[in-house]
C-alpha cells in the first residue's frame, strides 16, 4: 500500500518568512495530490491540489510542486502570517482506485509575530 | 450550511457500549468516506460508499464496526462494545465522484470510550 511520509514534523517561522514542507510518497499510481490545513479542533480544509500532469500550481500566497519521478510535492507558503499557524497534512490519492485519502503525520506550523 | 455535516458532535460512552453517528454529504455527491483521527494524528480511511455500494474497508474496520448508506443520501457509522482504543474523532468526507477529487470534510464526531 501507499507509504507517505511528511517532513518535517513542526515548523517554527518568523511572520513574513517562507515555509516549505515535504511530501514523499511511494505508489507511482498517485495521481492527485491535495494538501489540507487543520486548526485546533476544527475538519481538514483543502487549501491546494495538483493533479498528475502539472508540475506547479499557485493561489496567492500558497503553492504546491510536483516531481512525479522523485514522488514527491512540496507545499511552499510566502509571506507567512500568524494565522497560518496550524497543522498542514499532505494526502495523495490513487482516484481511480477509490480514492481514499491516504495522509501523512502532518507538520506543525508555528509562524511568530 | 450546505456543508458535510455530522451528528453528534461528541459523544461519551461507557466501554461495552454501542453507538452510533450520521453523516450527511452535500447534496449529490455520490462518495463518501469515513476516517478516523487520533490526537497527533492523520487521518486514517476506514471505508468507502460510492452510491449505497461500500466499496472499501480498511483494516482498521473490525467486525465491532459497520457502516451503512441505505439510499446513496446520508451514513451512518456504528461501532458495538466499544473498547477505550476506539476513542478518536471520526471524520467523514464526501465528493462528487465524477472528475474532480477533491474531499470535503464534515466537523467530525469526537468519541470518548470511558
Known amino acids: 500500500g501507499e507509504n507517505v511520509e511528511q517532513h518535517p514534523s513542526t515548523l517554527s517561522v518568523q511572520e513574513g518568512d517562507s515555509a516549505v514542507i515535504k511530501c514523499t510518497y511511494s505508489d507511482s499510481a498517485s495521481n492527485y495530490f491535495p494538501w489540507y490545513k487543520q486548526e485546533l479542533g476544527k475538519r481538514p480544509q483543502l487549501i491546494i491540489d495538483i493533479r498528475s500532469n502539472v508540475g506547479e500550481k499557485k493561489d496567492q500566497r500558497i503553492a504546491v510542486t510536483l516531481n512525479k519521478t522523485a514522488k514527491h510535492f512540496s507545499l511552499h507558503i510566502t509571506e507567512t502570517q500568524p494565522e497560518d499557524s496550524a497543522v498542514y497534512f499532505c494526502a495523495p490519492q490513487i482516484y481511480n482506485q477509490g480514492g481514499k485519502l491516504i495522509f501523512g503525520q502532518g507538520t506543525e506550523l508555528s509562524v511568530k509575530p | 450550511d450546505t456543508g458535510v455535516s455530522q451528528n453528534p458532535r461528541h459523544k461519551i460512552t461507557k466501554r461495552g457500549q454501542n453507538v452510533t453517528f450520521r453523516c450527511d454529504p452535500i447534496s449529490e455527491h455520490n462518495r463518501l468516506y469515513w476516517y478516523r483521527q487520533t490526537l497527533g494524528q492523520g487521518p486514517e480511511f476506514l471505508t468507502y460508499?460510492?452510491?449505497?455500494?461500500?466499496?472499501?474497508k480498511s483494516r482498521l474496520l473490525s467486525d465491532r464496526f459497520s457502516a451503512e448508506r441505505p439510499k446513496g443520501s446520508f451514513s451512518t457509522l456504528e461501532i458495538q462494545r466499544t473498547e477505550q482504543g476506539d476513542s478518536a474523532m471520526y471524520l467523514c468526507?464526501?465528493?462528487?465522484?465524477?472528475?474532480?477529487?477533491?474531499?470535503?470534510f464534515g466537523p467530525g464526531t469526537r468519541l470518548l470510550v470511558l
Open positions: 460508499f460510492q452510491n449505497e455500494a461500500q466499496l472499501e
Open positions: 468526507a464526501s465528493s462528487p465522484g465524477t472528475s474532480r477529487e477533491t474531499q470535503y
